[in-house]
């Protein structure tokens, strides 16, 4: 009995488990929707959205016209076996012409909609004359290299008639440009150190605006993105070692200003103006 038992668990174990990502489901109208949609006109789609400045968009042009001959260049070496690809180069190496073509046509769309790019399937497949296998798979490359980012969407809508319904719509997309691939493609040029000075006294003032707002509501102020948490508690953190070292360089001084409230909180000498509730500077939360 005690082997029945054994090879049953066993057997068990063995069985592949569902995985993946999440495949949706049935939305309160009773309709399906795709799991991790927005409702469109939410705070959450405004939020997602991002134009692209002169300068960003220029950079991406450049990057769009150096990544085709940079990719033909490393399957000409991979075929040569001259080099083994990295990981990152094995997705540049899968940049074809159709990849081109989509984030031209995307760059040349976003310039006139001021970021708001919203096209389904069938309006890039005419952009592009492309067939929709190939549209699906190009702009899944796009953003496993960081080009491109969207997010699902979909309408909510009520009437007399079918009462509350949920219908899928276009997705929303944003061009992006990574560090990584700029610098494969030499095109990375250094932040100068005065505008790298003037982006930190930015991120302190932010910090200390944060640090004076209740604990309460501070979560909902804090952003979403966890590099923008963790550059904020770093802004933090050099701000509370600066004006503890500028208070305590004139404790013998006469007439000074009182002393200001730390950044940090009382109860916990490592916790920085977020609290427990929130990211560490590394962006992960506090135990």
């Avoid at 960003?56 to 490393?74: M, N, P, V």
């Avoid at 075929?79 to 899968?94: A, I, N, S």
């Avoid at 952009?127 to 969207?150: A, M």
């Avoid at 550059?231 to 070292?245: K, M």
């Amino acid at each position: 009995n005690d082997r029945v038992i054994l090879e049953t668990t066993h057997a068990l174990l063995m069985v592949p488990r569902r995985g993946g990502r999440p495949r949706g489901g049935l939305h309160i109208t009773r309709r399906k929707i795709w799991a991790n949609s927005v409702k469109t006109e939410s705070p959450e789609e405004a939020e997602f959205m991002r134009p692209l400045g002169t300068v960003l968009r220029t950079r991406l042009y450049r990057a769009k016209r150096s990544l085709f001959k940079y990719a033909q260049k490393l399957a000409c070496e991979a075929r040569q076996k001259v080099r083994d690809l990295t990981e990152r180069e094995q997705l540049v190496v899968q940049f074809t012409q159709s990849c081109e073509r989509i984030l031209d046509r995307l760059l040349h769309e976003e310039r006139g909609r001021k970021g708001w790019l919203t096209p389904d399937y069938e309006t890039i497949m005419d952009w592009t004359g492309l067939s929709r296998s190939t549209v699906h798979r190009t702009l899944n490359l796009l953003k496993d290299i960081g080009l491109l980012e969207w997010i699902r969407r979909f309408n909510y809508s009520t009437d007399s008639e079918t009462g509350a319904r949920s219908e899928q719509t276009s997705n929303l997309y944003r061009l992006t440009l990574p560090v990584w691939l700029e610098k494969m493609l030499g095109l990375h040029t250094p932040t100068p150190v005065d505008e790298e000075h003037r982006r930190e006294r930015m991120l302190e003032d932010h910090a200390a605006m944060l640090a004076g707002v209740p604990l309460s509501e501070r979560r909902r102020y804090m952003p979403d993105d966890p590099a923008v948490c963790a550059a904020l508690n770093s802004a933090a953190l050099r701000l509370d070692r600066r004006t503890g070292a500028d208070l305590r360089a004139r404790e013998c001084q006469e007439n000074i200003a009182p002393q200001m409230d730390s950044i940090f909180s009382k109860m916990r000498q490592k916790e920085s103006a977020w609290s427990a509730d929130t990211r560490g500077p590394d962006g992960l939360g506090f135990a």
